[in-house]
């Protein structure tokens, strides 16, 4: 894919399909942002004839000249955002490489409401590019549809000098898209294809094209020292856990960020075994894992001055002969032992042994991210990303982030009254309460119970965010990728 900044006007770009952006609520189109659409009347006109509304991702597509043009709406103009220009982006992309063109034109917006020429940039390539990803890696693809790919995207700036800021704009988005495709190849994959062994051997390799330190604990290690959280959901399964660690340490680091994400490649709830329906999509329950894997490659590309730390557990949860049973009491990392009698709460053990590792990095701030319970689909269903955390700081700053990405996060309370319902009679902790009340908060609370001695903590829970099941502007169905964007941009706001 070639991607281009030029100045001018985007009707100017020879070979490439044009986008127009235009508001919806005018009576007649001609707002159509004049500088882009060339100021031509009869053009915006004929639009108007068309029926053309400008509504949210409403496209039209009209020859003019020798050329086509894709006018897409933009929505109503007080609800313009860069997510607005991310979706728009999408679409054009979409509407364009569905009728065979291979160049897309966009507009670089100028508005006062949506930042400078580089954020919108960015966002715009973010937009195409996360729109125009399929996954289509294991099906035999029909030509006519494998020469359907769009090959070149041209921004276009109205003034030279915000060229130069574009550009760099440009640059981020890839850096950021390439990392979120990566979390979705990993998180669209199969089980059987995307086992534990399979997340080391993509962890060693992102490592040496990136320049990471990996480190990766095999099984049998991981049973001889102590990760008792990780061997206990793993031992049913004949795929064998792996424990994870990706560093990214440059030089003079400002601070230390460690991320830990659950990576259970299918969860079938082992002995407390899940119901059939929509059991298949449990593959995607390592899409925490997969976010930490993009965070740090994406961390790595852009050369942050944070040293990142992700922590990985990948393990697969299975009923079987070997399998933790309900009821049994293991010790985990932390010497804290876990009496567990729902063998479906199974993140919470992966990644209280994760948590605790964390604590030898010193880390400034840690964030786990985790597919942790259905509960939280209950309570936000798919636009929010369950957060929990005790530090005000950290929550106004995850929450700023969440807004500037549209990963957008909504807390819930931490509030101690919450513990007690995960103490067990036998054994330190329990894992799941014994009511089913606050199941998203009562889980954080077991995960508190492991980050002791670190500075400051937040937990994530993406179950209901991970994974969509409608096609979006700059989503296809499958795996959302969601939380790279997150924590890229936590990253860049810190200081
Ligand atoms: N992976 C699931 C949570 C989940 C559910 C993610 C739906 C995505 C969609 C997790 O391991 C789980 O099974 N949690 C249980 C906890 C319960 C036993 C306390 C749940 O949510 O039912
Ligand atoms: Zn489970
Ligand atoms: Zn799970």
């Not at 059991?279 to 040293?307: C, H, I, N, W």
């Not at 010497?335 to 604590?359: F, I, P, Q």
């Amino acid at each position: 894919m070639r991607l281009q900044v030029k100045v001018g006007q985007v009707g100017q770009v020879r070979g490439g399909v044009a986008v127009y952006a235009a508001w919806e609520g005018e009576q007649r189109p001609d707002r159509v942002l004049p500088s882009y659409a060339a100021r031509d009347r009869a053009f915006i006109q004929l639009v108007g004839r068309c029926g053309f509304r400008g509504a949210a991702n409403e496209t039209l597509m009209l020859p003019k000249g020798r050329s086509w043009v894709v006018v897409v709406g933009l929505g109503k103009a007080d609800d313009l955002s860069l997510d607005r220009v991310r979706q728009l982006a999408g679409t054009a992309a979409k509407a364009v490489r569905a009728r065979g063109f291979k160049h897309l034109v966009l507009p670089v917006l100028r508005e006062r409401a949506i930042g400078q020429a580089g954020a919108v940039s960015q966002a715009l390539i973010e937009g195409a590019l996360l729109g125009l990803y399929r996954y289509d890696q294991l099906k035999q693809v029909p030509k006519h549809e494998k020469t359907k790919r769009i090959d070149t995207i041209t921004l276009v700036a109205e003034r030279s000098r915000e060229a130069a800021e574009s550009r760099r704009g440009v640059e981020r988005a890839e850096a950021v898209v390439e990392a979120v495709l990566l979390a979705r190849d990993l998180i669209n994959g199969p089980s059987n294809l995307v086992t534990p062994t399979h997340l080391a051997n993509q962890a060693r390799a992102m490592a040496k094209r990136h320049r990471l330190k990996c480190v990766v604990v095999p099984f049998a290690r991981l049973k001889r020292m102590g990760f008792g959280g990780i061997v206990g959901v793993a031992q049913g399964s004949p795929h064998p856990a792996q424990f994870i660690v990706l560093d990214y340490a440059p030089p003079r680091a400002r601070a230390t960020f460690a991320f830990c994400g659950k990576g259970v490649t299918f969860d079938s709830g082992g002995l407390s075994l899940k119901p059939a329906a929509k059991m298949e999509q449990m593959k995607y329950d390592m899409s925490g894992a997969a976010a930490v894997f993009g965070t740090l490659q994406a961390a790595a590309r852009l050369k942050l001055p944070y040293r990142v730390v992700g922590i990985v557990a990948a393990a697969e949860n299975m009923p079987s002969g070997t399998a933790q049973k309900p009821g049994d009491v293991i010790t985990t990392l932390s010497g804290k032992t876990v009496e567990v009698l729902n063998t479906d709460a199974e993140g919470r053990l992966v990644l209280s042994d994760c948590l605790h590792y964390a604590k030898r990095y010193q880390p400034n701030c840690t964030v786990d991210l985790a597919t942790l319970t259905g509960a939280c689909v209950v309570a936000l269903g798919s636009e929010a990303i369950g957060l929990m955390t005790k530090d005000e700081r950290l929550a106004a700053r995850l929450n700023q982030a969440g807004h500037a990405t549209h990963e957008r996060v909504w807390r819930l309370p931490l509030w101690d009254e919450y513990g007690p319902a995960m103490k067990s009679d036998i054994a330190d902790l329990r894992n799941v309460t014994n009511t089913g009340e606050a199941g998203t908060i009562t889980a954080a609370k077991f995960l508190e119970e492991f980050t002791e001695g670190l500075k400051s903590w937040a937990h994530l829970d993406i179950a209901g965010t991970a994974w969509t099941e409608k096609d979006k502007p700059y989503v296809p169905k499958g795996a959302v990728g969601i939380g790279v964007r997150l924590l890229v941009r936590l990253m860049e706001n810190w200081k």
